[in-house]
């Protein structure tokens, strides 16, 4: 991104000077717009500075590009949520979002959630050679949701082996569906498979006694 800065001296060269003083770079790296011309004056009065703008291109890292992006987009949304962005041991970046009332953020089921992610995840890897995952969450939504289901994972698994018979879940997205298979995956008598096409895939437990059971945590999801 090309970031600017305007500095005033008793001559143009001066200001360009200390403006790359400033930005640590050399004159070949830059851009200069004389905004200003200096004036003697007479006497010293009347005497004007002259003034420029010096315009570089700035790389910004993959927090600040997260940042930036995520902030640009609440604003559009025209909400008073603030972003808080941090980078993990393993290399990804968490956001939080911040704020009162955060129900529409999250949206039902944690739709608007996921929106937000998936355009942030696409913005800031868009043309980068390093891809990096980026997790946003809200009033800690992603734990709670993944609590919930994995107690309806245990819901229904105890119904399918109590009454024998196999249970088709709602239509989930992929991390959701990734939760259940994980939750059941030592299960003993039930197995879990995705079927469908989004955003109507679902999961079907099934009862399995005596059977070899197939774990879907990593693929079919």
Avoid at 48 to 54: E, G, H, L
Avoid at 85 to 111: A, C, H, Y
């Amino acid at each position: 991104m090309m970031k600017s800065i305007e500095v005033s001296a008793k001559t143009e060269e001066e200001a360009i000077a200390s403006a790359l003083q400033q930005i640590g770079l050399e004159r070949d790296d830059v851009s200069v717009e004389v905004l200003e011309r200096a004036k003697s004056g007479f006497l010293g009065i009347g005497s004007v500075q002259a003034k420029v703008r010096v315009s570089y291109y700035f790389e910004e890292s993959k927090k600040e590009k997260i940042q930036s992006f995520v902030d640009g987009l609440l604003e559009r949304m025209e909400t008073v949520a603030l972003a808080k962005v941090t980078e993990t041991p393993e290399g990804d970046f968490k956001v939080e979002l911040l704020g009162k009332n955060m129900g529409s953020l999250i949206g039902r089921r944690g739709e608007t959630l996921d929106a937000i992610q998936q355009l942030t995840n696409y913005a800031v890897n868009r043309g980068s050679d390093k891809r990096v995952r980026i997790h946003i969450d809200a009033e800690n939504y992603r734990r709670k949701r993944e609590e919930s289901l994995q107690r309806l994972a245990a819901k229904i698994a105890g119904e399918v082996v109590k009454h024998r018979k196999n249970i088709m879940l709602e239509p989930m997205n992929a991390y959701e569906r990734h939760v259940i298979h994980t939750a059941l995956q030592d299960w003993r008598d039930v197995s879990t498979h995705s079927s469908g096409t989004e955003p109507n895939r679902r999961i079907i437990v099934t009862y399995t006694r005596n059977k070899v059971q197939e774990k879907n945590v990593h693929g079919g999801l």
